[in-house]
T-cell receptor
Framework: SQQGEEDPQALSIQEGENATMNCSYKTSINNLQWYRQNSGRGLVHLILIRSNEREKHSGRLRVTLDTSKKSSSLLITASRAADTASYFCATDRSNFGNEKLTFGTGTRLTIIP | DTGVSQDPRHKITKRGQNVTFRCDPISEHNRLYWYRQTLGQGPEFLTYFQNEAQLEKSRLLSDRFSAERPKGSFSTLEIQRTEQGDSAMYLC??????????FGPGTRLTVL
C-alpha cells in the first residue's frame, strides 16, 4: 500500500521558476527520502531527511519536514528543463532505518522552456 | 560504472512462462531490495536482504515469486507461471545499513 501522497499530482512551470511539491504520510517515520524518476527509468536519490531534522539543502533543492503534521515539501529553485521528471517521496518507518521504503504516487513535474 | 545494475533491461514473455531477473548491487552494500512499479504508481516494496539473509517479504510476493541472494552479492528474482498482472517494472536497490537506497535502471517485464 502507498503511504505517501504527493501534491500536486502534476505541475507545469516555466523554466527559471521555483517548483514546490508536498508529501503527506500517515504513520511515524525514521526518515523521509525524495527521489526523481525520468520517464520509464530508475530512481535517482535526491535527499534524505531524518525525523529529528526540520530542513535540509542540497544544491537547488530544499526539503522540509514537519513530523507534527506528517508532511514534507521539496522545493526546486531556478528550475531547468532537465528537472522535468516524476518526483516521489518515500518514507522509512523502520526502527533502525533502511529496511524498506514506502513510496507515494508521485508528482509529475514539467518544465516549459 | 559502479552503480546498481540489472539484467535484462526488458523481458517479454508469454503467460505461464517462468522468468528470472538479476541484480548486481554496489559492491560494498550489504542490503539489497526488490520493488515493483506499475504505470503511474510509485514503487512497491517486495523483499529485502541483508547479506544473504532474506529479512522481509511483502504480501505482494506470492508463492510464484522467489528471491535469492546466495553469497550476499548479486540477487535473482524469479517469477513462475507468469500472469498478465505481473507486467511491471522490477526495480532493485542496494544500500549500506543506515544510508539511502540506490536504485538500478529496472527490468521492464511484459507478459503477453
Amino acid at each position: 500500500s502507498q503511504q505517501g501522497e504527493e501534491d500536486p499530482q502534476a505541475l507545469s512551470i516555466q523554466e527559471g521558476e521555483n517548483a514546490t511539491m508536498n508529501c503527506s504520510y500517515k504513520t511515524s517515520i525514521n526518515n523521509l527520502q525524495w527521489y526523481r524518476q525520468n520517464s520509464g527509468r530508475g530512481l535517482v536519490h535526491l535527499i534524505l531527511i531524518r525525523s529529528n531534522e526540520r530542513e535540509k539543502h542540497s544544491g537547488r533543492l530544499r526539503v522540509t519536514l514537519d513530523t507534527s503534521k506528517k508532511s514534507s515539501s521539496l522545493l526546486i529553485t531556478a528550475s531547468r528543463a532537465a528537472d522535468t521528471a516524476s518526483y516521489f517521496c518515500a518514507t522509512d518507518r523502520s526502527n533502525f532505518g533502511n529496511e524498506k521504503l514506502t513510496f507515494g504516487t508521485g508528482t509529475r513535474l514539467t518544465i516549459i522552456p | 560504472d559502479t552503480g546498481v545494475s540489472q539484467d535484462p533491461r526488458h523481458k517479454i514473455t508469454k503467460r505461464g512462462q517462468n522468468v528470472t531477473f538479476r541484480c548486481d548491487p554496489i559492491s560494498e552494500h550489504n542490503r539489497l531490495y526488490w520493488y515493483r512499479q506499475t504505470l503511474g504508481q510509485g514503487p512497491e516494496f517486495l523483499t529485502y536482504f541483508q547479506n544473504e539473509a532474506q529479512l522481509e517479504k511483502s504480501r505482494l510476493l506470492s508463492d510464484r515469486f522467489s528471491a535469492e541472494r546466495p553469497k550476499g552479492s548479486f540477487s535473482t528474482l524469479e517469477i513462475q507461471r507468469t500472469e498478465q498482472g505481473d507486467s511491471a517494472m522490477y526495480l532493485c536497490a542496494s544500500s549500506l545499513v543506515i544510508y539511502e537506497q540506490f536504485f538500478g535502471p529496472g527490468t521492464r517485464l511484459t507478459v503477453l
